[in-house]
């Protein structure tokens, strides 16, 4: 009458794969959810930086930090990593940090151009799903654009002309 009882040792095997096999699963799609939330703050930064860029112009009648809009201030910037050229509409603290924040959410390239006197514009960032950019610019255009699997400074910068996403 004296019966042992417990689990066999294959059925706390098989528990146990099952077990792995769920949180594998569980694990993938975390991933790819954290992917794309990434991918929205991306977008999200990006069409906050337009709003911004709006009301630069509104204020000042071209896309530029001071006001100073004529036919050589600001410079041209020509396409290349994002930076704060002075007087020009990069330079603004609050589309500067928009950038920023897109940079730090994706996948670490951007690309910004924008004409000389300010009248026009163009900014792609690379997002966190590594064959994706988003583009917006002056004309209103928020677009996906497929690049490259290893992108490279050029294949960002390649997809925008003066003021526009091409």
């Not at 059925?11 to 991933?31: T, W, Y």
């Amino acid at each position: 009458m004296n019966k042992n009882k417990g689990f066999t040792l294959i059925e706390l095997l098989v528990v146990i794969a099952i077990i792995g096999i769920l949180s594998s699963v569980v694990l993938a799609s975390l991933n790819t959810a954290r992917t794309k939330g990434s991918d929205a703050a991306v977008k999200s930064n990006l069409s906050n930086m337009r709003a911004q860029a709006e009301l630069q112009y509104n204020e000042y009648g071209c896309y530029t930090v001071s006001g100073a809009c004529n036919a050589t201030t600001p410079a041209a910037v020509a396409a290349g990593a994002c930076v704060a050229t002075a007087s020009t509409l990069f330079a603004q603290t609050n589309i500067s940090s928009a950038i920023t924040s897109a940079l730090n959410a994706g996948g670490g390239l951007s690309s910004c151009k924008s004409s000389v006197g300010g009248g026009a514009w163009a900014t792609i960032v690379q997002e966190k799903s590594a064959t994706k950019s988003w583009c917006v610019d002056s004309t209103g255009a928020s677009k996906e654009i497929t690049i490259p699997a290893s992108p490279l400074q050029s294949d960002l910068d390649g997809h925008l002309s003066t003021g526009a996403c091409v």
